[in-house]
């Protein structure tokens, strides 16, 4: 058992020299929006970055009446957005088929991506080829039939049918990204492929036109499961997200009960919020208050937004209706790219841009009200007048906790920060932890200091001081080679709602951040290192 125990406090004043000797911890991105739903093409339960409209375009095609995500996306990259994240989700559907000649039978490809919009063609030679067991394949994805506008190629050179084969063609396209084989090889390999016209250098074969779009969306095909990572779950294989946005399954719709409390649950674990549409049964502000205590969802968590956006539909069906919270993504977003600091962004007014606007007025009055259940108003342009209140979270101002979205925001930035950039320490052994715990209690309270030096803290309530803890108590010398490292990390606040604290949690498996409890965090100076700890370490399971 170690004799020190490095644990800190970042005092009031104090100067930067901490953060010399910091390394391997750099604060995170602010306003990644992910969008999981229906889109015209692309990839399956793939976390795909886009950072324009053009970008999703180019990947899962554009505006489609049945998928509520392609507007949302569109008004988030209009409304200011930086970097979003599409997850697509089908429900059947299949991908089209290539049937390459080859003798009496054909060689068959069939498309990863299911969508009637999927263009996929094939081409075989012989180039550099000797003998006649071997060919080459090249396979493209097309951004419309018939044209040379190649979104995606892959060559495959020297592939056979023969099994065993070096670059048997099972194999080799095990790693496509575009296709796979589809039933039996033929007796010999696919033939070349002829060139339609003398001024074309190579021939393809195009797809057949049997791919299909699959039905509209359920809830169980939007929540997806763990284990496969598919719908919600396939946001669990990427780095980072700070939102997430779940549009309607489809048009005249709401998102159901079901996925919102798991996309909530899923929010809480990856550190980001859960942006949430009103139910299409809100048809003006006095429905919307009337109904809003049978609402069931109420987390620090989730963030909704009041009333509908209009904007218009360019696919020419006139004004239309769309939940909001892609809207609000982007103006977020966009706060955040303007500030010189993020949370400087506190400020924010809720105010969509020309090409949208609220779809019903909403009185001074009940902005008042709906603020009191956590749902916060969009303003008119035209309304100059319109009172500026805080942006909050779900929360019900019954609730004695902190309901500003900044402050929950910065909690959830702060905790993404440290448990990403502490990662490295699952990779010392137990014999190895003395050093380990220092340097991680120096990481910690350098990123503390900086943001109490730059006021972020202030800024998001969090006026007292930070500390971290993670000495022998947590990561004992003696513990076994598979043990977790584990941290603390917190900040006091004048308030007991003001407070927070963190147990970070580092095994081979995969990282964790939760909050825990602690009855004195309103307690300041000296005896935080020691009421605080005591209570933190007798409060968190083992």
Known sequence: MSGSAPVGQVPAGSDSAALQAVSDLSPLPTAVTA?????????????????????????????????????????????????????????????????????????????????????????????????????????????????????????????????????????????????????????????????????????????????????????????????????LFALQSTQLFNFLCIPPPGPDQDLGLATVFVAERLCRQRQAVLLIDPPRSWVDAATALAQLPQWPVRSADALMCFPPVSCVDALGAGRRRFGPSAVVAGLLARADAAALRWWQGAALQLQPDDTSRPAMPV???????????????????????????????????????????????????????????????????????????????????????????????????????????????????????????????GVTGSQPEQGCAWLVTHQAAGSSSRPVSVNRLSVAGARVATEIEADILRNISR
């Open 363 to 489: 009185s001074a009055v009940q902005r008042t009200q709906l603020a009191r259940f956590g749902v916060n108003t969009l303003v008119d342009a035209l309304d100059i007048a319109a009172t500026r209140l805080p942006v909050t979270t779900l929360v019900d101002a019954d609730h004695r906790v902190e309901r500003r979205l900044l402050a929950r925001r910065m909690q959830l930035w702060i905790a993404a920060s440290i448990e990403r950039s502490t990662r490295w320490s699952v990779s010392a052994a137990p014999s190895q932890w003395d050093g380990v715990r220092e340097k991680v209690a120096r990481q910690v309270l350098s990123l503390l200091t900086l943001l109490s030096q730059e006021r972020a803290l202030a800024a998001a309530g969090l006026i007292g001081e930070g500390f971290v803890v993670c000495d022998w108590r947590l990561n004992p010398d003696t513990a076994s080679a598979a043990a977790p490292f584990r941290l603390i990390w």
């Open 35 to 231: 969008f999981v739903g229906r889109t015209l093409k692309g990839p399956i339960n793939e976390p795909v970055t886009v950072t324009s409209y053009a970008q999703y375009v180019q990947v899962f095609g554009g505006l489609w009446r049945q998928s509520p995500l392609s507007y949302s996306v569109d008004q988030y990259f209009a409304h200011g957005g930086q970097v979003a994240l599409v997850v697509r989700v089908a429900s059947g559907g299949s991908a089209p088929t290539i049937d390459l000649p080859a003798g009496e039978g054909s060689l068959v490809l069939q498309g990863l991506c299911p969508g009637a919009r999927e263009y996929l063609r094939a081409s075989v030679d012989y180039q550099l080829i000797d003998g006649d067991e071997q060919f080459n394949l090249i396979v493209q994805r097309l951004r419309a039939p018939g044209s040379e506008l190649v979104e995606q190629q892959e060559i495959f050179r020297r592939v056979s049918l023969r099994p065993g084969a070096p670059r048997n063609i099972e194999t080799v396209l095990a790693s496509s990204r575009l296709v796979r084989l589809r039933g039996a090889l033929p007796a010999a390999r696919p033939l070349p492929t002829s060139a339609d016209t003398r001024n074309a250098p190579i021939g393809y074969v195009d797809c057949n036109a049997d791919g299909s779009d699959g039905q509209a969306l359920s809830d169980y095909d939007l929540i997806g499961s763990v284990e496969a990572q598919r719908g």
